[in-house]
Antibody, heavy 118, light 106 residues
Framework: EVQLVESGGGLVKPGGSLRLSCAASGFTFSSYSMNWVRQAPGKGLEWVSSISSSSSYIYYADSVKGRFTISRDNAKNSLYLQMNSLRAEDTAVYYC???????????WGQGTLVTVSS | DIQMTQSPSTLSASVGDRVTITCRASQSISSWLAWYQQKPGKAPKLLIYKASSLESGVPSRFSGSGSGTEFTLTISSLQPDDFATYYCQQYNSLWTFGQGTKVEIK
């Protein structure tokens, strides 16, 4: 069974940093591109970042470019999101999602809440 | 950047109704469009990919159509489990979600 489990969320002050993790199981992690998608409280979905299976291709939304860094460790079946210079508008539930190109994001984690507040 | 616009934002319907949600892209995305269903407190669930292909395990009352810039998601006969928020997503150039359509009980 495919499972994606996010962790690392919490309360952080504006300007602070946080590192999210996503532990994958039930599939060959190294064969898939992975993504982070966020959802602010009461709002819609926003794609944040994508990383290809071998980390050769990395993309970011303009809203996080220069502040967030996506990475993965295929040996540990794990996806990461390093978030620096956090702002109040980064407050959201962050989901990791598997990309089964060209079909979309077929598996999602349960999400981890990041709250940026003083 | 490609913008995705869904309409309506909210839709009130009854069990058994035929429901249609529209998604428009700011430029052509061919058929690189997916639809997701999300229930409160849960992760999104993939329903349709490549505009009209049904994801495995998704009931056949869900269907998608369109290409280029205009797309629709249709639920042929609304069931109690279908009251949720629906999002379109383009993946022609990076990824962009529509703002969502909430389907609520009339």
């Amino acid at each position: 069974e495919v499972q994606l489990v996010e962790s690392g969320g919490g309360l952080v002050k504006p300007g602070g940093s946080l590192r999210l993790s996503c532990a994958a199981s039930g599939f060959t992690f190294s064969s898939y591109s992975m993504n982070w998608v966020r959802q602010a409280p009461g709002k819609g979905l926003e794609w944040v970042s994508s990383i290809s299976s071998s980390s050769s291709y990395i993309y970011y939304a303009d809203s996080v470019k220069g502040r967030f860094t996506i990475s993965r460790d295929n040996a540990k079946n794990s996806l990461y999101l390093q978030m620096n210079s956090l702002r109040a508008e980064d407050t959201a539930v962050y989901y990791c999602a598997r990309d089964v190109s060209p079909t979309g994001f077929d598996y999602w984690g349960q999400g981890t809440l990041v709250t940026v507040s003083s | 950047d490609i913008q995705m616009t869904q309409s309506p934002s909210t839709l009130s319907a009854s069990v058994g109704d035929r429901v249609t949600i529209t998604c428009r892209a700011s430029q052509s995305i061919s058929s690189w469009l997916a639809w997701y269903q999300q229930k409160p407190g849960k992760a999104p669930k993939l329903l349709i990919y490549k505009a009209s292909s049904l994801e495995s395990g998704v009931p056949s009352r869900f269907s998608g159509s369109g290409s280029g810039t205009e797309f629709t998601l249709t639920i042929s006969s609304l069931q109690p489990d279908d009251f949720a928020t629906y999002y379109c997503q383009q993946y022609n150039s990076l990824w962009t979600f529509g703002q969502g359509t909430k389907v609520e009980i009339k």
